[in-house]
């Protein structure tokens, strides 16, 4: 993670829920369809990287009532804080580089049964290796789940935002060939999320840059671009869309 995007966590995580939490049921949904990719059971030592404020990670223990703690990485100490304390959570101030490589332990005794890593894997620099080091944790029935945005989104941004997404965004062809060259046997599949959401409220998660890519922009530059949003969407009082992502996921193949 650079110290560009440590920073922008850092603003975001007293808003971070505000912002993504707008929808319960959407949490819900997606935490479910994350939880059966998985095939999670009480029994697994679960390990969600880059869980940032462990707003899907509650969720995730509400559903699966893990016998044991779920290990809640991330490398941005403020979206660590707002993990509320509880016996089903266990945060851990870390990279996925650093866990990866060992440079810091989890507190799990012996292998993983399932690491999740949603929507963090952009901010990955050496991807394949921290990949092959994650599966490296895995236990011989392991699962490994990447949830990732495409390329391309239909998310109602303006145009030089969606321009520098797909810049950034790594493909997910990409990931998989990473998780084939760990060992692994994978599978990808789409999943998608209906969303609908006031317009007002998504022009003050554009302002405070809800998206990691919006850190690229000056305050000018985003001003420009909030505006371009509002003449745009001037006549959508509730926007609608669908939330496409891509599952890639993982498994240790039988001995």
Known sequence: MTDQIADHYGRLAATYDDHWAYDPEYVRAFTRAMSGALRLHPGDAIVDVGCGTGLYTRQLADDVAPLRPIVCVDPSAAMLDRIPASPSLRPVLASAEDVATGRVSLPVPGPVDAVLVKEAIHHVSDRAATLRGLAGLLSDHGRL?????????????????????????????????????????????????????????????????????????????????????????????????????????????PA
């Not at 998310?155 to 997404?165: N, S, Y």
């Not at 990931?175 to 609908?196: K, N, Q, Y």
């Open 145 to 253: 789940l990447v949830v990732m945005l495409p390329t391309t989104i239909p998310h109602p941004l303006f145009a030089a935002a969606h321009e520098r997404f797909e810049q950034l965004q790594p493909d997910p062809t990409e990931i998989r060939e990473a998780l084939v060259a760990a060992g692994l046997r994978t599978s990808l599949t789409h999943r998608t999320f209906h969303v609908a959401i006031d317009r007002e409220r998504y022009v003050r998660m554009l302002e405070s840059r809800y998206m990691s890519v919006l850190g690229e922009f000056s305050e000018d530059e985003l001003a420009e671009g909030i505006a371009q949003f509002r003449h745009a969407y001037r006549e959508d009082p509730v926007l609608r869309f669908d939330d496409h992502f891509v599952f890639l996921r993982g498994s240790v193949p």
